[in-house]
């Protein structure tokens, strides 16, 4: 090929290190990189060359993580920009399209980042309003193109930015939310899940404002739940509490350290039409909840422990183990017999595999006996790209004690 003008900064790996590429995991590291040409700002896109000088991607360079470059596309012939990005969504778009049950309700995610081929994008809709994370500096790049993309391909018209979260940080990008497009969001937004009502603070709760992931988990215990007596653990907005309630549940106990979070998951059963008398909201950090549960010699048919990211890398997992053991532990202690436990973890840097240990370990320490009777992932709105395995986050067990 004649020589090009290169009008695209060109960032050249060390010799070797161009198999991850190849295999199409879409992160480039630091340590990979042998020399960066063209002088490439934040988020500016990038060709990826072997270190023999053939094309192997193009990505979106982020100066200051040690994730230094994010891939756009492994074809040559797809340089980043609007017309991509068009594609990707649409794709996006009718994968859940595709996949979700029209009962499932209107709340959904509909980008998912990496695994949705669209590095640092998360987008949420809730009913008309979309909630969307620019977590990377290739995807706040494109903020503007991406935004008017978004409007036009869902009918959008009122999108608000959570640009909020920690690994913003990473990345070297200010935190940042507020409406992006249409009328900024004064209240809670309604939404339907499975035909339940949920109020979702999109603006000030947790991630945008709802754990859409555990969609089709809160309806496994829904379905599981009927005359038992439910203790809801790391409960936010009452997803599981509520779910437990409309299937049957004779009474749940939720807790959560947060007290805007509770005040929702109030709202939220009287938005159902459930009965108050039957939920008890417990503000409290969970781990002092289920000591004291146990002094008092107290017990429950189903117990749920959704707590949130212990080890958000693999670095944090040696501190996040011994707190998943701690609540696992206590929750088999206050577990009947037959009773099921629904334990999870959202932890990137704990696998299904480790996660099953641990709770092995705490089952053995409070001398039971129990049954892996289902394991639970994400939703399918969260797609998890086969050569991208860091997309795994979300894992759980279904336990029955013996
Ligand atoms: N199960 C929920 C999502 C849980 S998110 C759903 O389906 O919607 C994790 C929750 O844990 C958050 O609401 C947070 O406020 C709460 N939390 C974090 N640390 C806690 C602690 N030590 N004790 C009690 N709650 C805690």
């Known amino acids: 090929m004649a020589a090009e003008a290169n009008a695209c900064p060109v960032l050249t790996l060390k010799p070797g290190r161009e198999k991850s590429l190849l295999r199409r995991h879409p992160w480039i590291f630091s340590g990979a990189i042998g020399a960066v040409a063209g002088d490439p700002g934040p988020g500016e896109s990038v060709e990826v060359r072997s270190s023999r000088g053939d094309f192997l991607a193009w990505a979106a360079y982020s100066p200051r993580s040690q994730i230094r470059g994010r891939v756009w596309s492994f ?22 399209a595709a996949l979700l049950a029209p009962d499932a309700g209107d709340a959904m995610r509909l980008v998912h980042g990496e695994s949705d081929g669209l590095p640092g994008l998360i987008v949420d809709r809730y009913a008309g309003v979309l909630v969307v994370q620019f977590l990377a500096a290739g995807s706040e790049r494109w903020r503007d193109a991406l935004t008017a993309l978004l409007c036009e391909l869902t009918g959008c018209d009122r999108i608000h930015e959570r640009s909020d979260a920690e690994v913003r940080e990473l990345e070297g990008l200010p935190r940042r939310s507020g409406a992006l497009r249409g009328e900024a ?69 939720a807790v959560d350290s947060s007290p805007a979070a509770l005040a929702l998951a109030r709202r939220n059963i009287g938005a159902n039409g459930i009965d108050p008398g039957r939920a008890h909201w417990i503000a409290a950090d969970v781990f002092r909840f289920l000591r004291e549960a146990h002094a008092r010699g107290l017990g429950y048919d189903a117990i749920v422990l959704d707590p949130p990211k212990f080890a958000p890398t693999q670095s944090h997992a040696q501190a996040a183990s011994r707190a998943y053991k701690d609540i696992n532990l206590f929750a088999f202690r206050l577990l009947r017999p ?44 969260h797609p998890l790209l086969l050569e991208f395995p860091e997309g795994e986050y979300l894992k759980g067990l279904l336990l029955r004690r013996n």
């Open 75 to 96: 074809d040559r012939s797809e340089a980043p920009g609007p017309k991509l990005f068009r594609r990707r969504l649409q794709a996006a778009l009718d994968l859940r």
């Open 185 to 253: 969001l004064s209240a809670p937004v309604e939404i339907t899940e499975h035909g339940l009502r949920f109020l979702v603070d999109a603006s000030g709760g947790q991630k945008t404002g709802f754990f859409l992931d555990q969609r089709a988990n809160r309806q496994r215990i829904r379905a599981l739940c009927a005359d038992r007596e439910v203790l809801d653990c790391f409960c936010y907005s009452g997803g599981f509490s509520l779910a437990a309630l409309a299937g049957g549940a004779r009474a749940v106990v």
């Open 338 to 381: 037959g009773g099921l436990l629904a334990t999870f973890s959202c932890s990137g840097g704990i696998s299904g595999e480790l996660l099953h240990k641990i709770v092995a370990g705490a089952a053995a320490d409070a001398g039971v006996s129990a049954t892996i009777v289902e394991r639970f992932q994400a939703a399918a709105d």
